[in-house]
């Protein structure tokens, strides 16, 4: 069964940084593109970042374009780095799944607070 | 960026009825690249419908999808209980991909 596991949320300062993770498996992981969507509190959901098969096929929201970077990484393992914080960072981040061909998103994890304050 | 709009933004039916949500999009979805996603708190969403009007594996046939270009329509027939919950329309055709900002359906 494929299972996403988020972790590496937590409380941060303005302007501070912060690297999520998310443990995947059950499924091949360079064969599927890969998203971060983050839902604010009391707030919809936010598409944050996507990434192809390749570390150049990134995709960014004009909201942390600059400031977030998507990468894969060893162990079928999915990261976001966060730089420059801000308190409108303050979300639920959720790991998801893409389709073999598109970014469509199949399946999501459970997802991490990061809470963005002074 | 495509703006994705849903309407209404909140619905309060009844169980057994029939709904209708509508998600308007800014400029064309390209290649019917348009999902829908059932979202309650403290759960991750799920995906319900891709491509405008295919059902996601596992999906009741209670739920359908339609449209193109920039008009589409999600239906729900005959709710259950547990179908209450936020719905979000998704466009993935075109980077930034974007979110609907959602349509909650209450229990009358």
């Known amino acids: 069964d494929v299972e996403l596991v988020e972790s590496g949320g937590g409380l941060v300062q303005p302007g501070g940084s912060l690297t999520l993770s998310c443990a995947t498996s059950?499924?091949?992981?360079?064969?599927?593109?890969m998203s971060w969507v983050r839902q604010a509190p009391g707030k919809g959901l936010e598409w944050v970042a996507s990434?192809?098969?390749?570390?150049?096929?990134t995709h960014y929201a004009d909201s942390v374009r600059g400031r977030f970077s998507i990468s894969r990484g060893y162990l079928n393992t999915l990261y976001l780095r966060m730089d420059s914080l801000r308190a409108d960072d303050t979300a639920r981040y959720f790991c998801?799944?893409?389709?073999?061909?598109?970014?469509?998103?199949?399946?999501w994890g459970q997802g991490t607070l990061v809470a963005v304050s002074s | 960026e495509i703006v994705l709009t849903q309407s209404p933004g909140t619905l309060s039916l009844s169980p057994g009825e029939r709904v209708t949500l509508s998600c308007r999009a800014s400029?064309?979805?390209?290649?019917?690249?348009l999902a829908w996603y059932q979202h309650k708190p403290g759960q991750a969403p799920r995906l319900l419908i891709y491509s405008v009007s295919r059902r996601a594996n596992g999906i009741s046939d209670r739920f359908s999808g339609s449209g193109s270009g920039t008009a589409f329509t999600f239906s729900i027939n005959s709710l259950e209980p547990e179908d209450f919950a936020v719905y979000y329309c998704?466009?993935?055709?075109?980077?930034?991909?974007?979110f609907g900002q959602g349509t909650t359906l209450d229990i009358k």
């Open positions: 998704h466009q993935y055709a075109t980077s930034p991909y974007t």
């Open positions: 998801a799944k893409g389709a073999r061909q598109t970014t469509l998103i199949t399946f």
């Open positions: 990434i192809g098969f390749t570390a150049e096929d």
């Open positions: 059950g499924f091949a992981f360079t064969s599927f593109a």
């Open positions: 400029q064309d979805v390209k290649s019917d690249y």
